[in-house]
């Protein structure tokens, strides 16, 4: 598996900033140390590979939850042997790593959590569960279904048992509330390094800011490095001319403030983030699945009922595999009022059809209610298109430049 991404690398000479942003680069390299630490005192592997899965119930079972999604191109060829070249890059590029044995969590993994989100998906996790054990979760798709919620919490409720049998533990309501908590923690560290690029002179880029995360989550040192990074960017305001911040790629100034929606862009894959940050602008929101939208709501801790608490929170997720997706559309809405955009760009990953539909609305939303310019950006993991999603890309900011000159 790759340890890095080749993307620009963060150049924020705040001491404390900048070991954090490296600490994140190494990101993997971190994870496999803990995971395999882990392992040898005996703590079960569990893989995920949607954000609708709760993590708070595989830490509440003593297992490491470890994200297994794709980002890598090279994964794709050996994957296409078996699944078809016109399916999404995310899903290619995952089962390409069983294919390969090259990603040592998903060797690791006891356990590999499934769910019932996309077809894609569904219908690779059938092919990965003939050799990995696999638990499927079934994920009602008529969110305003007030029974649909209700069939999602006795899934959880399963998941609990199912783990609790499996790896022969008893997860009690301290150890939820405890790994809530946690949960809650992480999700507040990464809110608040992301309201950092509210600002008009943001101290990241997107690139950089997407760096902060982990494929492993409720790991104390990487919660101690958010910190760390949060009180340092939140000291140096932002201000170029701070004397902790010397000038950077992200405290230059940038005409062009980007709200990126779509697709996840998962490690290994934020090509055409760097391309679009390349050419100008700042990404100052992320709403896909490894930006903001996990993290905007936390489990509420003081429910007395825990697994329906979890079960809410994740069942607020906005994924085009819901119908409707109302959620996403007031998300987007209120992510424009924060982050106050100059555009709406989406990425949609080639044959994912929700998103890809569901594009239509967003399109919709940003041009006539947003008042947004709006581009739809389709690809996969290969760089082929590199050049044609540049001029595309510089098309529009030069658009958004010349109206604002009147
Ligand atoms: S976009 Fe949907 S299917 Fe993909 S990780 Fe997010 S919630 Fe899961
Ligand atoms: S990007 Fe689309 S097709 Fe790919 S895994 Fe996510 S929802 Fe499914």
């Not at 949607?50 to 994964?75: D, K, N, Q, Y």
Request: net charge negative; with cysteine.
């Amino acid at each position: 598996m790759e340890c890095r991404s080749s993307g620009p690398q963060p150049s924020v000479s705040n001491a404390s900033a900048g070991a954090a942003l490296r600490w994140f680069e190494d990101m993997i390299d971190h994870c496999y140390d803990y995971a395999e630490a882990a392992r040898a005192q005996g703590r079960p592997v569990v893989g995920i590979m949607c954000e609708f899965t709760p993590r708070e119930i595989i830490l509440a079972a003593g297992a490491v939850p470890v994200c297994l999604c794709g980002g890598s191109a090279a994964t794709i060829p050996p994957a296409e042997q078996f699944l078809p070249a016109n399916l999404c890059p995310l899903i290619k590029s995952t089962f390409g790593y069983q294919v390969t044995g090259k990603n040592p969590f998903l060797n690791w993994a006891d356990l590999v959590v499934a769910e019932t989100t996309c077809d894609g998906k569904k219908k690779m996790f059938e092919l990965m569960g003939a050799a990995k054990p696999m638990y499927v979760l079934e994920l009602p798709h008529k969110a305003e279904n007030a029974a649909a919620l209700e069939h999602w919490t006795q899934e959880l409720h399963k998941f609990k048992a199912h783990l609790e049998e499996r790896f022969n533990t008893q997860i009690t309501e301290e150890k939820l509330r405890a790994a809530i908590q946690l949960m809650n923690r992480e999700r507040g560290l990464r809110r608040q390094l992301a309201d950092l690029m509210t600002q008009d002179q943001p101290p990241l880029t997107g690139r950089q800011l997407i760096e902060f995360k982990s494929i492993i989550s409720g790991i104390e040192a990487d919660l101690q490095q958010y910190e760390n990074g949060l009180k340092s960017l939140s000291a140096s305001g932002g201000d170029a001319s701070s004397p902790n911040v010397t000038a950077t790629k992200a405290s230059l100034p940038r005409e062009i403030r980007v709200l990126l929606t779509g697709v996840p862009i998962v490690h290994g894959a934020e090509r055409v983030l760097e391309l679009i940050e390349n050419a100008g602008a700042v990404v100052v929101a992320m709403e896909n699945c490894t930006g903001l939208k996990p993290i905007l709501e936390d489990v509420d801790a003081a429910d007395p009922a825990p697994i329906r608490a979890i079960a809410k929170k994740y069942y607020h997720l906005p994924c085009s595999v819901l119908t409707p997706n109302s959620g996403r559309f007031d998300t987007l809405r209120s992510l424009s009022a924060k982050f106050r955009p100059d555009c709406v760009i989406e990425i949609i990953w080639q044959a994912c059809l929700t998103y890809d539909i569901e594009s239509i609305q967003v399109r919709k939303l940003a041009e006539e209610e947003l008042k947004l310019p709006y581009l739809k950006i389709t690809t996969d993991y290969s760089p082929s298109d590199s050049a044609r999603i540049s001029a595309r890309v510089e098309a529009l900011f030069e658009t958004i430049k010349a109206k604002a000159k009147g």
